[in-house]
């Protein structure tokens, strides 16, 4: 749906860049969540998952998303990392704009229309300010951003959709190795 040359375009903000990757490494396997013609999960390496997605043949799932995005997003010159949730996978991306950590998530259900990221007051959020946020009974005041033409909505709308809920922030991890390639 997007070629890459079109994320590193200049005059876009960084955020409207990281957006257009996350829709990139999402929609490079847009039967995500379909084994294919082979009954293997391919390993931690975007050059291997974008390969393998062409055809497909093999799984692609949150991990792998999150993994392209991370990945590419380096090549890119920019800082991320994985994320690992309950039973869920993330990226997350240091921004210079909000001098903050923010979370991409590119593989959250089979429907690759649902990849999004959180905000609050306009302001993306990472994955500890979501955990927190949600901990504390304010999931209200999270906002589920959607590329347009879907637009946002309230984190009340998750539960009715095919996609990871905010409970998958009951607990995370980072890994810290950051050199899979």
Same mark, same amino acid.
């Given at each position: 749906?997007?070629?890459?040359? *079109? ?12 957006? !257009? ?25 975007? !050059?291997?998952?974008?390969?393998? %997605?062409? +055809? ?7 991990? @792998? ?10 090549? /890119? ?7 690992? /949730?309950? @039973?869920?996978?993330?990226? *997350?991306?240091?921004? %210079? ?5 923010? !979370? ?10 649902? %990849?999004? @990221?959180? *905000? +609050?007051?306009?302001?993306?959020? %990472? ?5 927190? /946020? ?5 999931? +209200? ?17 998750? +539960? ?5 809920? !905010? ?12 050199? @899979?390639?």
């Amino acid at each position: 749906q997007y070629r890459l040359d *079109e994320v590193v375009t200049s005059g876009k903000t960084e955020l409207e860049k990281f957006v !257009l990757l996350r829709e990139w490494a999402r929609f490079s396997a847009p039967k995500g969540w379909d084994m294919g013609s082979a009954s293997w999960v391919p390993p931690w390496d975007a !050059l291997i998952l974008l390969e393998t %997605n062409k +055809k497909p043949i093999a799984l692609c799932m949150c991990t @792998h998303y999150s993994t392209i995005f991370t990945q590419c997003a380096i090549a /890119l010159g920019h800082t991320a990392r994985q994320v690992i /949730l309950d @039973h869920h996978c993330v990226a *997350e991306v240091w921004s %210079n704009q909000f001098g903050k950590w923010i !979370l991409m998530d590119t593989g959250n259900s089979a429907d690759p229309t649902t %990849n999004c @990221h959180f *905000e +609050k007051d306009g302001v993306p959020l %990472n994955a500890l300010e979501i955990r927190r /946020l949600w901990r504390a009974g304010r999931e +209200k005041e999270i906002e589920v951003v959607y590329t347009p033409p879907r637009g946002r909505t309230g984190c009340e709308q998750l +539960k009715d959709k095919q996609q990871c809920s !905010l409970a998958n922030f009951r607990r995370f991890a980072i890994p810290f190795r950051n050199d @899979h390639l």
